[in-house]
């Protein structure tokens, strides 16, 4: 082979791998675009596609919806609390509580000669205005969280105190009252071995008061919806129920009818387990659940 083909066949080459080399970058930069196109839909934030639905109602709803029995529009925060905790039930809580007191002061045989229990008959029993305080003091350490009940009386530190809880109360009144605080007559609930026992008979009745001024207060729209909610707490009863969905994932279950725009709850009901709540043969659970919620509603026609 002569200088002339061999150098004719070097530069051929040359020009094959030139040629090969932008294909190849061709390819390499359509690639890039197609990946950055599927980066771009993955970081895509998520919208709706579709607006929500409208309210609608059927032809023949023709109920008055919305707050009904309400005070006047320039009432004091105090008489809308009145609505659902009213005045004779905190005077129900003043006696039961007192009753409880006597109770179990009499029952001990001998009290420590420093226990607190001494300064519940030298200050004298609770009263409605005293209840009143007790649960404007609660509401208020939703509001301002502390550890423990005794922080809020802690004076020791000015950047964490505290002065209108103990304004209120002093420190171990409250947790006398916290104490002693009940609802109901002990010697009228049943025993665990009869029949007739119910694990919610201590606070049953707040319950039902709050059904009753729920429903006597506002009337609902056609659309509800029935939900679960899960009171959290690890206490020592056979109600507790184990949700891991849940943020508390231990507490008491709770069956809540509830208006499906507002979320406003209407009904509730305590879910005190299998074998006091069982579901009955032929039924499952939700279908019995949604009967049960809109017949104690009234609203099962």
């Known amino acids: 082979m002569d200088d002339s083909d061999e150098s004719f066949s070097e530069s051929d080459q040359s ?11 061709e390819e390499g930069e359509e690639g890039g675009e197609e990946n950055d196109r599927n980066d771009e839909q993955v970081l895509q934030p998520w919208f709706r596609t579709f607006p929500p639905e409208e309210e609608r109602r059927q032809p023949d709803f023709q ?21 659902l905790m009213t005045l004779n039930f905190l005077q129900h809580i003043v006696q039961e509580t007192n009753r409880y007191a006597r109770d179990f002061i009499a029952s001990r045989e001998r009290i420590r000669r ?13 009263t409605l205005t005293e209840i009143k305080g007790f649960f404007a003091v609660i509401l208020n350490m939703g509001l301002v969280r502390k550890a ?12 964490q105190d505290t002065s209108w809880f103990r304004k209120m109360f002093s420190r171990n009144r ?14 009228n609930i049943p025993g665990r ?25 506002y009337k609902p729209e056609q659309n509800l919806s029935i939900d679960e909610s899960l009171i959290g707490t690890r206490g ?12 508390s994932k231990f507490g008491v279950k709770v069956w809540m009818l509830v208006e499906a725009v507002t979320g406003y709850i209407i009904h509730a009901i305590i879910y005190r387990g299998k074998t006091d709540d069982p579901t009955p043969p032929g039924l499952t659970q939700g ?4 009967n049960n919620l809109l017949e104690r509603a009234g609203l099962l026609r």
């Open 236 to 247: 020592r009863t056979c109600m507790l129920q184990y949700i891991p969905t849940k943020s």
């Open 287 to 290: 279908s019995y659940v949604v």
């Open 15 to 25: 020009d094959l791998e030139a040629e090969y080399d932008s294909e190849e970058g």
């Open 63 to 83: 109920e008055t919806v919305g707050p009904q029995n309400m005070p006047n529009r320039n009432s004091k925060p105090i008489a809308y609390f009145y609505l």
């Open 174 to 187: 409250f947790q006398l009252v916290f104490k002693f605080f009940h609802l109901t007559n002990n010697n």
């Open 148 to 159: 423990t009940i005794a922080e809020y009386w802690n004076c020791k530190l000015p950047s």
């Open 193 to 217: 071995n009869d029949p007739n026992y119910s694990p919610t008979a201590k606070f049953q009745c707040l319950i039902d008061l709050f059904n009753r001024q729920s429903q006597f207060h």
């Open 114 to 126: 420093f226990s607190r229990l001494h300064a519940w008959p030298k200050v004298g029993e609770t």
